[in-house]
């Protein structure tokens, strides 16, 4: 973790104590937070994610990280994995230094808001100090993050802009967008796993929108291909899959994100993913050297065959490598799809059936997919003693 000034003693203590406060009323405040914030700063919502204010999903995941921030703030190196994931999103969508006294200002406010009487002279002044602390941990990490991508050849920061090249129906609901930069510049490379935040103007919204996608193929191809799942009422998705077309612009981040393929250690892989969770996965899947000599195995839940993306390019990667398998979790499988001579099924995903897969204690895990899915395969992999385990979710960090 980055270099921390020391909260003192006093400070520690009084904001350990606020801890139960922040586990009952914390959402309260994120939320009340946002609120204040976008009142002062609406130009801010030209960064922020709609969908994710809308549902409240940004809220609580705010809430979390203030209640771990009070539980931890005598050890915060604790919470290191979580300031590396956040601090790579915050580059990508373009935070900078200036952003952080802006958010503290309103956070504060807000938690004097919701608290009233609660929300004593010590309590305030505790927890704006340790603000500081951490708004520092969080502006050092990220202006590391801007400088090698300034200093690295073909990179950026900010944003940069791209055409479309070609878009390809992988299933009922999802698509491949191929994309070169406009100035046909070359691409720098990524560490598979890694994602991109695209910024786009859509008609008739009065703000820019982002969303971060998984770039789902190799690095080297000469192109980025992203695989954007259409979600109902998805202002953005909607935008790409009904009214995107070759030759399109749109704005580009540089690469980002911590959850990334290691093989150096040659260790047993599975990776582990559902929806359009598999879309990291398939480009570290493509990545896999072809004479990795540890059992490789990708395990894919879905509805059925033709919900089921990209299976091919799964497929052909699997059987490059000298000792794979799959493990296809179809949810409402089509009778002719129930078995096949790479494609084995199961219904739903079990402890029996990754214990069966997974036989090797030491095995590194890469999971992905929708929060509820995410979160019973790390308990079901807990279970079965697999530890090493890698996870990411397209919601916000918590």
């Known amino acids: 973790m980055t270099t921390q000034r020391a909260l003192s003693e006093r400070?520690?203590?009084?904001?350990?104590?606020?801890?139960?406060?922040?586990?009952?009323?914390?959402?309260?405040?994120?939320?009340?937070?946002?609120?204040?914030?976008?009142?002062?700063?609406?130009?801010?919502?030209?960064?922020?994610?709609?969908?994710?204010?809308?549902?409240?999903?940004?809220?609580?995941?705010?809430?979390?990280?203030?209640?771990?921030?009070?539980?931890?703030?005598?050890?915060?190196?604790?919470?290191?994995?979580?300031?590396?994931?956040?601090?790579?999103?915050?580059?990508?969508?373009?935070?900078?230094?200036?952003?952080?006294?802006?958010?503290?200002?309103?956070?504060?406010?807000?938690?004097?808001?919701?608290?009233?009487?609660?929300?004593?002279?010590?309590?305030?002044?505790?927890?704006?100090?340790?603000?500081?602390?951490?708004?520092?941990?969080?502006?050092?990490?990220?202006?590391?993050?801007?400088?090698?991508?300034?200093?690295?050849?073909?990179?950026?920061?900010?944003?940069?802009?791209?055409?479309?090249?070609?878009?390809?129906?992988?299933?009922?609901?999802?698509?491949?967008?191929?994309?070169?930069?406009?100035?046909?510049?070359?691409?720098?490379?990524?560490l598979p796993g890694q994602y991109v935040s695209l910024r786009c103007s859509i008609p008739g919204e009065e703000y820019t929108h982002v969303r971060s996608y998984s770039l789902s193929d190799a690095p080297e191809t000469g192109c980025y291909r992203i695989t954007v799942k259409h979600e109902e009422n998805g202002i953005v998705s909607s935008y790409l899959h009904k009214q995107s077309v070759p030759g399109q612009h749109i704005e580009l981040s540089a690469p980002y994100g911590s959850f990334t393929l290691q093989t150096d250690d040659r260790k047993p892989i599975a990776f582990i993913s559902a929806g359009s969770g598999l879309t990291p996965l398939v480009s570290m899947i493509k990545s896999m050297p072809d004479s990795y000599g540890a059992p490789v195995t990708f395990i894919y839940a879905a509805k059925n065959h033709h919900h089921h993306p990209l299976q091919q390019e799964i497929s052909g990667a699997l059987q490059k490598l000298p000792i794979s398998q799959a493990l296809t979790l179809y949810t409402a499988p089509e009778a002719e799809y129930l078995s096949s001579a790479h494609f084995g099924t199961e219904t739903t995903l079990t402890r029996e059936a990754l214990q069966s897969a997974l036989p090797q204690e030491d095995t590194r895990c890469y999971v992905c997919g929708p929060p509820a899915f995410v979160e019973a395969a790390v308990f079901h992999l807990h279970e079965i003693g697999r530890h090493d385990i890698s996870t990411e979710n397209f919601v916000p960090a918590s």
Do not use: C, R
Request: net charge negative; proline share 5%; no cysteine.
């Open 11 to 190: 400070t520690i203590d009084i904001v350990k104590s606020t801890s139960p406060v922040l586990a009952v009323h914390g959402e309260a405040i994120t939320t009340k937070f946002y609120q204040m914030l976008f009142e002062a700063h609406p130009e801010l919502l030209n960064m922020f994610n709609h969908t994710n204010q809308a549902t409240g999903a940004q809220p609580k995941a705010l809430a979390q990280a203030l209640y771990a921030a009070a539980s931890y703030v005598d050890k915060l190196e604790v919470l290191e994995s979580f300031v590396e994931k956040t601090a790579q999103k915050h580059a990508s969508v373009g935070v900078k230094a200036e952003h952080y006294p802006i958010v503290g200002h309103y956070l504060i406010k807000a938690m004097e808001d919701v608290l009233q009487e609660n929300a004593t002279p010590d309590i305030l002044e505790a927890w704006t100090e340790t603000y500081g602390v951490i708004a520092d941990i969080f502006i050092q990490a990220e202006q590391k993050l801007y400088e090698t991508k300034d200093e690295a050849p073909k990179e950026w920061t900010g944003y940069k802009d791209f055409k479309i090249v070609d878009i390809v129906q992988e299933s009922p609901s999802m698509k491949s967008f191929y994309l070169q930069s406009a100035d046909d510049s070359p691409l720098p490379s990524f």
